[in-house]
């Protein structure tokens, strides 16, 4: 089971931390993933981290970055310079493949989703 968490209200150009608790299963044993479902309703791919340690992310801006808590067996997406374009809920995902795969149906396991809303 994933329960995310951390969604809120953020101004533009701010900055907002999203954690995904995972329990019953243990974070380091799955690849996960972060996608976000804006007004266009589909869900699409943020950011995400390999079970093999390696991160992608949907852009090279740099504003997003993915990296686990082992200790609290918690993957975390930070979020900085927060632009309007990045409203939506934010699902945290695993799947049991050693690199994070970055389409929906490749994922497995989901948490029920954390509101964002960056005001303009």
């Known amino acids: 089971q994933l329960q995310a968490s951390g969604g809120g209200l953020v101004q533009t150009g701010g900055s907002l931390r999203l954690s995904c608790a995972a329990s019953g299963l243990t974070s380091t044993s799955y690849s996960e993933g972060w996608f976000r479902q804006g007004a266009e309703k589909s869900r699409g791919f943020v950011a995400g981290?390999?079970?093999?340690?390696?991160r992608k992310s949907h852009t090279n801006s740099g504003r997003f970055t993915i990296s686990r808590d082992t200790a609290k067996n918690t993957v975390v997406l930070e979020l900085k310079n927060a632009k309007p374009e990045d409203t939506g809920v934010y699902y945290c995902a695993a799947a049991d493949r050693d690199d994070a795969p970055v389409t929906v149906r490749s994922f497995a396991y989901w948490g029920q989703g954390t509101q964002v809303t960056v005001s303009s």
């Open positions: 981290i390999g079970r093999n340690g390696v």
